[in-house]
Structure formats: C-alpha cells, structure tokens
C-alpha cells in the first residue's frame, strides 16, 4: 500500500464490517449484495471520513455510479452477487446510495440518524436473515416493504448528496 492511499485503511473497516454482520447473524449466510457489500462501503466511507479525515472520500464512493435511473430501474440486480457484475459496468455502484436512502427513509419514520444507522448496521442482522427470509425480514424492520423501498429510491436520485450522514461512526457505535 502506498502512502496516502485510503483504500488500505477503508478496505479493513469494510472487512471488519463483514465480520459484525456474520456475528450479528449468528452466521447466517446472507447473499443479498446491497444490504451486506452497502452497509459496509458505508462503513469504510465514515471510517475513512473521521479518522484518516477525507471527507470526500463518502462522497467519491456515492458518486462512483453511472445511472441512478437505469439502476433504479433494475435494482433486483443488485440483490444477488451475480446479479451485481452483470450490471456494475452499465449502472455503477448504487448499494451505499441505497443504503442511505434507506437511513433518510426511517429518519422521515422518526428516528434519529443515529437510530437509522443502528437499525440497518445491528437490528436488522439479528433477525438473522437469509435468502429465503430477507424480504420478510426487511419489512417488519425497516417497516417498508422491498418494493415499496425500491420506489422510494427514485426521491433521493436528483440530490444524493443530501444522504451523506452528518453523524461520525464512533457517533453509530457509541454505547449508550
């Protein structure tokens, strides 16, 4: 790694993510690409922001996609892994947009931004979903269904600047 590239540093909050939502699931195999390979971009996109102090790095990982429309519009493709390569050359990467639309979604449902965040990166994990599960799971959680969700992402498109939390990781993860 060279001096001064952040992607080192992101790369092991990403990893280290991966293993908390293996934890937190009591190490249900869960396939679903933009909740597990989002919430960690997100992850490694704050750690990058408060501790390496590249506050422009959450954007340059939001901004990395090529069509919020077309990716909307084919967003079953990001659930599965597969389903993701297929179409990251012609969409880009939507799943951290995802994701925090998902936190702007619960914040409008009351919660506070450390709330959201808490209820995607920890509740959702111990309701140990699965593949066969994830929709239900996502509902009774997140208190929207998938298809509802995948509607709601067009109302974030045109600013997806206004989804960058305000809120620190340490912020998200401090006990109580």
Known sequence: FNEGNNFKYALLAHEFFHV????LSNGKDMRVF???????AIVESLYVKEFINDSDYIMGVLGNHLSFDEGIQNVESYESYNGFNSVIGQYGDITIFMNLSLAKILQEQGNSEKESFKIIFEDYWKTNPNDSNWKIKFEEVFGISTSEFYQRLNDFKTNPENLVPK??????FEKE
């Open 20 to 23: 908390y939502q293996n934890y």
């Open 34 to 40: 933009w909740l597990v390979e989002g919430q960690a």
């Open 167 to 172: 809120i620190s990781l340490s912020e998200i």
